[in-house]
């Protein structure tokens, strides 16, 4: 049973326009959630993360929301650009922090 | 800084055989991670190192040991190589509590036929 759930395997978005990529969680102990970017043929590399004290945590174009009570977080890129074109994965921590818990992934496809 | 390596970047098994994949970190990390990405599963973690000198399995330890051979060094094993156990490979580190990210290498395309 995943704990961490990425329920769109895609989005295509328009340059210029807003990319929301969702993500929900069962594991009510999870505190600390983070999103990866990955590109084909490399690792993924960290692009934000939010802690569960906050709703809300911006980083330039990238902006994490948290609603606890629904056990869900989205990140939302604004503009969005052609680079941003990768799949994203949404991970979730305990406090303990030793293990992340990954989502499916999102594949984002921004359009010229 | 070469951050996170990861050798080799392919390898292709035949049913039975062993190998070895290593992973080296230059940042000074305490924790190191392998993990595995199946399509649509995301990363599935497999064994970590908290420290230097500690292992513990993960979600899918099963097929696979584990070796923190210094505080630089974590490789992972596998002893008897199955067609289920194709997929891609990440070594991942961490600086230690006060950080929950975890920095990624490039990855080992494993097939096994």
């Known amino acids: 049973d995943q704990q961490v759930k990425q329920n769109s395997p895609s989005l295509s978005v328009q340059e210029g326009r807003i990319s929301i990529l969702n993500c929900d969680y069962t594991n009510s102990m999870f505190d600390y959630f983070l999103w990866y970017k990955k590109y084909p043929a490399e690792g993924p590399t960290f692009l934000i993360s939010i802690s569960s004290i906050k709703d809300k945590n911006e980083d330039g174009r990238f902006t994490v929301f948290l609603n606890k009570s629904a056990k869900h977080l989205s990140l939302h890129i604004v503009p969005s650009q052609p680079g941003d074109s990768a799949v994203y994965f949404c991970?979730?921590?305990?406090?303990?922090?030793?293990?992340?818990?990954f989502g499916g992934g999102t594949r984002l496809m921004v359009k010229p | 800084n070469a951050g996170v390596t990861q050798t080799p970047k392919f390898q292709v098994l035949k049913t039975g055989q062993s190998m070895t994949l290593q992973c080296a970190q230059d940042?000074?990390?305490?924790?190191m991670y392998w993990y595995r990405q199946d399509p649509g599963m995301g990363l599935r973690l497999i064994y970590y190192s908290a420290s230097e000198g500690t292992t513990d399995k993960g979600e899918v330890p099963n097929g696979y040991n584990v070796s923190r051979l210094n505080k630089r060094e974590f490789s992972l094993r596998l002893e008897s190589a199955a067609p289920s156990q194709t997929s891609v490979y990440f070594c991942?580190?961490?600086?230690?509590?006060?950080?929950?990210?975890?920095?990624f290498g490039p990855g080992t395309r494993l097939t096994v036929l």
């Open positions: 991942a580190s961490r600086p230690g509590l006060a950080s929950n990210e975890q920095f």
């Open positions: 940042m000074n990390h305490n924790s």
């Open positions: 991970a979730a921590s305990n406090n303990a922090g030793n293990m992340l818990t």
